[in-house]
């Protein structure tokens, strides 16, 4: 599904986007669709996840786009920095993202992560 959405099947965002209507345990699924698609479907689906600010989409997509290769992953990263209310959780998952980044030689990610408070451990 992840290779699907990589290589801009559009399909498999579509099949993504009514996924994510129906509650389950797998539901982080439709937000690593939307890291990973180079679609302006799918970058427009996740800047809808972005506005909503729910901490659990926010994560998964956090997530999908650390092993993301997609051209807007640093943007909407940015973006969800900048919300006013993030959790723990996700405050970790960002933390991890950019300084995997920084570790990577990329300048830019260095003062956006002295902006995330530090946190120790993923929370339960």
């Known amino acids: 599904t992840f290779k699907l959405a990589e290589m801009g099947d559009t ?3 579509y ?3 009514e996924f994510a209507k129906k509650k389950s345990k797998e539901e982080w699924m439709a937000c690593y669709v939307y890291a990973h698609s180079p679609l ?3 970058d427009e689906l996740a800047r809808k ?3 909503n600010g729910d901490s659990d ?4 997509l956090v997530q999908g786009y650390m092993d993301s290769k997609g051209t807007n992953c640093f943007d909407r990263l940015k973006q969800i920095v900048a919300l006013k209310s993030k959790n723990r959780k ?3 998952w960002l933390r991890r993202a950019f300084g995997d980044m920084v570790s990577d030689g990329n300048k830019e990610a260095e003062p956006i992560l002295g902006q ?3 946190v120790d451990s993923e929370p339960d």
Request: charged share 5%.
């Open 116 to 118: 995330l408070p530090v």
């Open 57 to 60: 989409e926010l994560t998964w």
């Open 40 to 42: 302006t479907a799918a």
């Open 49 to 51: 996840v972005i506005a």
């Open 15 to 17: 099949w993504a986007q």
């Open 90 to 92: 996700l405050i970790y």
């Open 11 to 13: 399909n498999v965002i």
